[in-house]
């Protein structure tokens, strides 16, 4: 554990908070792709397989339950809360999520640490959680506009891959010098698919006094 790990961890958990904020508060999904949020729910179910065999520590088990059950959670109401089903953008949702399921399950089982199961799933959910973010971008494209907090959700999550990068360096230089290109790959790719966005992002933040309501990128 370090300071940057913990910034990622804390901004992570800061842009579910947002994300369930925004459903709860306004009853709406509208610009938040289910497809998304459900292969969150895939990556953490195959990741966290370690909870029933081995423990590290209560702040890792918590967090692990955490990001477990929000991301279920938020599936849950974008198909069966009925007031917020039914501002979900199904007609622009159409990214084909599953061909990312199939391909990533595919490298899982040819780039590996391990050929066990929990080891093949974990490096599955590492090459899945890169890629996530990609049903969500083709939708923020085609619908062109996004509110406040579906843009600070989308911000925070970037913002908590590229905390890790750092995390990772750190870890190299000052505690053990291990390479381990699978996250570290997988994490670059992550956090260069949000490149675009935090260009607009950022620039629509610095262009008007106060940060907007709605974004038009």
Not at 60 to 77: C, D, E, P, Q, R
Not at 142 to 164: E, K, Q, V, W
Request: positive net charge; aromatic residues 18%; hydrophobic residues 50%.
């Amino acid at each position: 554990m370090n300071v940057f790990r913990l910034a990622g961890d804390l901004t992570h958990l800061l842009s579910i908070v947002v994300l369930l904020l925004k459903i709860r508060t306004t009853k709406s999904c509208a610009g938040i792709s289910l497809k998304t949020q459900e292969l969150y729910v895939i990556v953490f179910l195959t990741r966290y397989l370690d909870l029933f065999t081995k423990y590290y520590s209560f702040y890792n088990t918590l967090m692990k339950l955490v990001f477990l059950g929000t991301s279920i959670a938020i599936v849950w109401y974008m198909r069966y809360h009925k007031p917020v089903k039914l501002t979900y953008n199904k007609d622009q949702d159409t990214f084909r999520h599953y061909f990312l399921i199939l391909s990533c399950l595919a490298l899982a089982l040819l780039v590996h640490r391990a050929f066990f199961v929990i080891e093949v799933l974990w490096t599955f959910s590492v090459y899945l959680e890169a890629l996530a973010i990609l049903p969500q971008l083709v939708l923020l494209q085609r619908s062109r506009n996004i509110d406040n907090l579906t843009g600070n959700y989308i911000f925070l999550l970037g913002t908590y891959r590229a905390l890790y990068i750092i995390n990772w360096v750190y870890r190299f230089y000052m505690e053990n010098p291990q390479v381990r290109w699978i996250p570290w790959v997988s994490g670059v790719v992550q956090t260069a698919l949000y490149a675009d966005f935090f260009y607009y992002y950022i620039k629509r933040y610095f262009s008007l006094p106060l940060l907007p309501s709605v974004f038009v990128l």
